[in-house]
């Protein structure tokens, strides 16, 4: 500390990272508790490998920490320690389900971490990432449409969003929004004024500017193509509504939010037109008691776990889940509700919570309007892709296939969360250190 | 903008928060009515899947187990001796629910019916946190060497067998044919287990009753025990009278007659009249008696009640009610030798034998020995106790006497069953069930003095033949039977 201190401009570093580390060894023993607690409801004894398993979650986390520490010293303490509970509660319900899986989880835990580590190194100011604007719009677009490309991509549940190389599947879709945040929050940014101004008067009425409608109709038609040509209602809600929700952040314009709403209202029914997919999601979501075999049988499953847990849960390890289909994925939000209960499953939302209201106050901080809008958008990202996927899973919304961050099996889901995590830190890092009245407080110190 | 952050942020907590609710009303308000919903399996598949204990027969051979399975059913219920005590452990089958010692001990297999402690340990506490292992194990009182023998003894012909022990209820074997191996209905396969209980219903004789305690015939001569014991309680006069040597009896409010067996002739006292089993005297008898001792005989005997056995669905024997003969007496001489509307499961027949047996009293008949939990420890061991008094200990020493003349004179019908050394009483049975069909019977006990063993063999639809009398074809089997158990009691003191 010392050391970083002589460096310059560099405050309040041995609080915020203590605190962090504090957070991190309450989030292991968490983590490692309830690992012992799944492993007695499982199998009866204490799992064999809780020593080794515990010391390599905090050393995963500790080098991200370590790096925080080093490259981002002055971000906020709460996301890392949150994230890293929210990814070790969703390995233990993994490892609960499959030990197969639970292995391959623990390698992408590993790889997302060190994409963490690498995205600090990589950008050393967020402001960097506005320059690159084109190049991320051509990578999340690119990306977005690289499972339509035949013999690479795969139809998996009806759905066509993985690639596949050799034995290797990954989701780009994940990594796309993303780079497609950092693109709208930029180009949002420039063009935020002519945005906000987009209306022009005929007569008595003021309408809109179709130059400025634009760039909300390419939004538009982008999301349908997800749509159409990839059967992925989850990722293309959840693009959709992270571009309207930027816009209207950015120009504060409501007729964005009803403009949006009502190309999403004109989409939808177009999809259901023409889309079965789609058309047995809907139908699921409105009566799954008539499709109980079908399209309402996942969400039926869901149901009747989240309802076994009551209030207290049948305790980790215990519940029978082989009841609910798609466990470790879509619905894991499910076995965590069964087996944690109606306790459990609000920490875990109140955990998101915090996540997204940390996103938030560092984008209300951050001086630059590119760096605001970024951190809003990220923020929302992990919110509305929770909400997604929980409120599918407990039918307020149709259910869609998309991952439960942090928590969900998945490699790509988790590298893209924790690509995430490691902005949001720059960003708060940068706020933090950018007034740098330098000067003045070493003088106070020294 | 910081403004419409803050907009977003207030947003996304009304989100949350309707999740929140929405958690609420599926874990809170609505969760028993999602629980009781008819396509909710989760509470069938949890009674399914919990670990039930072993069930042990009495000399140590395993019957039923629980194997574990990867699939959602956790474990699959394995009977390692087949057909053979599948009328006794019955099977656990996810489909058609359970039936035998399965049935009537689920709870206790299951370790559902153990209270709960809190934990005094650390172990305790471990227990708390985890499907800890409830299951305890049953000890049956049936002996697989028996089971084994009367299955071989049968030879694969239709008809049941059922020893017990007269002075405690236990019992030892009970074995009937048809049987069916009850693997085929615990299998996890759903496909399979419909169709082979398909195949099962369809299988003639009724193979899912089994024949020992669920299903009855008429006793035929064995129900004489309970006509002479009625002698004895009732009207003791009879049994010095001395009725005429006859090849058939003529029936009151009717020319029928009642005939002897093959048109043999035959008279004398009770004695006599017991150890040639003579129908016409009995018919006789019977008549003397009146309906109303017969049938209170026969109600104290276990007639009209159900054997609390516990196996699930055991049948009432039949006696019919005194006044059902005012305008029936053919009907009442009929009764007197066990025809007409007297009918009896084969293990009512072992519990009349043991009544004499045991001096007048029937023990509960049962299969549970003892229970023992995960650990090996007995959690409780059953008590015998009496179900109900038959006849006094008078009348069971007399009766006892007709029933060791009907072995051991030159001219018994139960010559078959003689064995050196050893007094058995007994009385054979060749009750008939249409033209030129018969049921063999025979119910046995020994040794006299000391009854150990009280035995009842049926052998259903044989030829009207001679050799076919119980005393030839269904002795030989009780015979079979006392031997092997009072050799094994003699070496195993």
Known sequence: ?446 | MNRQIRLVGLGMIVLFVALFLQLNYLQVVHAKALESNPLNGRAVVREYTAKRGDIVSADGVTLATSVPTPDQFKYLRQYPAGPLFEQITGFWSFTYGADGVERTYDKVLTGGSSPFHLPTSLSGLQQLFSNHDKSQSLTLTVLDKLQTLAQKELAGRIGSVVALNPKTGAILAMYSNPTFDPNQLSSHNLQQVQAAYKALQAVPGGVLSPGAYRQRWFPGSTFKIVTSSAVFDHQPSLVTKTYPVLSALILPQTTNLLHNFAGERCGGQLMQLFTVSCNSGFGQIGLDLGAGSLYAEAHSFGFGQTPPVDLPFAAQSTFPTADAFTHDLPGLAYSAIGQQDVQATPLEMALVASAIADGGTIMTPHVLDKVTNAQNQVVSTYQPKPWLQATSTATAAQVTQLMLSVVNSPNGTGAAARIPGIQVAAKTGTAQTGTNKIDAWFAAFAPAQDPQIAVAVLIPDQPSQNEYQGGTLAAPIAKALIQAYLSTAKATP
Not at chain 1, 122 to 132: H, K, Q
Not at chain 1, 318 to 341: K, R, Y
Not at chain 1, 390 to 410: A, H, K, W
């Open chain 1, 1 to 446: 500390m010392r050391r970083k201190l002589a460096a310059g401009g560099v405050r309040r570093v041995p609080a915020r990272r203590r605190t962090e580390l504090g957070l991190i060894i309450l989030a292991v023993m968490l983590t490692g508790g309830l690992y012992a607690l799944a492993g007695l409801g499982k199998a009866g004894n204490l799992p064999a490998n809780i020593g080794p398993f515990l010391i390599i979650i905090f050393a995963l986390i500790f080098a991200a920490h370590f790096a925080v520490r080093r490259l981002a010293p002055n971000a906020d303490p709460i996301l890392l320690p949150t994230a890293g509970l929210l990814n070790g509660i969703g390995y233990v319900f993994i490892a609960r389900l499959s030990n197969h899986e639970a292995r391959l989880q623990a390698v992408w835990t590993a790889i997302g971490i060190g994409c963490f580590i690498g995205t600090l190194l990589l950008v050393r100011r967020g402001r960097d990432l506005e320059r690159y604007r084109y190049s991320f719009a051509f990578l999340g677009i690119g990306l977005l449409l690289l499972p339509l490309v035949p013999g690479i991509g795969e139809n998996i549940n009806g759905a066509r969003l993985w690639i596949h190389l050799g034995s290797f599947n990954f989701q780009p879709g994940e990594i796309a929004k993303l780079a497609l945040a950092i693109f709208f929050a930029s180009i949002m940014v420039e063009r935020a004024d002519l945005l906000s101004q987009g209306t022009r008067r005929i007569g008595r009425f003021l309408v809109l500017d179709p130059r400025y409608l634009a760039p909300i109709l390419v939004a538009w038609g982008l999301s349908l193509v997800i749509f159409f040509a990839e059967n992925d209602l989850g990722s293309s809600f959840l693009f959709f509504a992270l571009f309207i929700g930027m816009l209207w952040v950015a120009t504060g314009r409501h007729y964005y939010l009803g403009l949006g709403a009502g190309l999403f209202a004109v989409g939808s029914v177009l999809a259901l037109k023409v889309i079965g997919h789609t058309r047995s999601r809907i139908s699921g979501w409105l009566d799954p008691w008539a499709h109980s075999n079908t399209s309402g049988y996942q969400l039926i499953q869901g149901w009747f776990a989240i309802a076994a847990g009551g209030i207290f849960g049948e305790g980790p390890g215990q519940s029978n889940a082989a009841h609910i289909p798609e466990a470790s994925t879509d619905l894991i939000f499910a076995v965590i509700a069964d087996e944690l209960g109606l306790i459990g499953a609000a920490a875990l939302l109140f955990g998101y919570l915090l996540m997204v209201g940390t996103g938030l106050r560092v984008a209300v901080r951050c001086e630059r309007p590119f760096e605001k809008l970024l951190a809003t958008g990220l923020s929302l990202i992990i919110g509305v892709q929770t909400f997604v996927i929980v409120g599918g899973v407990t039918r307020l919304i149709p259910l869609t296939g998309i991952t439960l961050p942090f928590v969900s099996y998945g490699g790509s889901s988790l590298i893209a969360n924790y690509i995430l995590l490691a902005l949001l830190l720059r960003l708060s890092h940068d706020t933090e250190t950018l007034p740098a009245p330098a000067p003045i407080m070493e003088a106070v110190s020294a």
